[in-house]
C-alpha cells in the first residue's frame, strides 16, 4: 500500500513557473514507476509524465516538453514536477500516481495502482 501526498499547487500567471512535488508512504518507492497526470474541468483525466523506478527514463505528454520536468527522490520518497513556462491550457488539478508495473507506454491511467489526491494548478492569462 502506497499513499500518495501532493503539494506545490497554486494560483500563477501565464509564463509562471511552479514546483509540484509528491510525497510517498512506505519502503517500496523505488519500486515504483512514478507519474503525474491531470484533469482540467469538463475533460478526462489525461497523461502528463513518467519516471522510470531508478530516474533514468522519462516520457512526456508533447505538449509538456521542453518546459516540465520530472524527477524523483528516492532517499526522499517524493516525485517532483517542476514546470515552467506555464500556459492557461495547463489549469488542472495534477495528480500524482504509482505504478507497479508497467506494459509498453506508461501513459495509461489503468496501469497506475495508487493517486493522490490531488493538487489544484491555474494559471491565468
Known amino acids: 500500500q502506497v499513499q500518495l501526498i501532493e503539494s506545490g499547487g497554486g494560483l500563477v500567471q501565464a509564463g509562471d513557473s511552479l514546483r509540484l512535488s509528491c510525497a510517498a508512504s512506505g519502503r517500496t518507492f523505488s519500486s515504483y514507476v512514478m507519474g503525474w497526470f491531470r484533469q482540467a474541468p469538463g475533460k478526462e483525466r489525461e497523461f502528463v509524465v513518467a519516471?522510470?523506478?531508478?530516474?533514468?527514463?522519462?516520457y512526456y505528454l508533447d505538449s509538456v516538453k521542453g518546459r516540465f520536468t520530472i524527477s524523483r527522490d528516492n532517499a526522499k520518497n517524493t516525485v517532483y514536477l517542476q514546470m515552467h513556462s506555464l500556459k492557461p491550457e495547463d489549469t488542472a488539478v495534477y495528480y500524482c500516481?504509482?505504478?507497479?508495473?508497467?506494459?509498453?507506454?506508461?501513459?495509461?491511467?489503468?496501469?497506475?495502482?495508487?493517486w493522490g489526491q490531488g493538487t489544484q494548478v491555474t494559471v491565468s492569462s
Open positions: 500516481a504509482a505504478a507497479q508495473e508497467i506494459r509498453g507506454t506508461p501513459n495509461r491511467r489503468a496501469q497506475y495502482d495508487y
Open positions: 519516471i522510470s523506478r531508478s530516474g533514468d527514463r522519462t
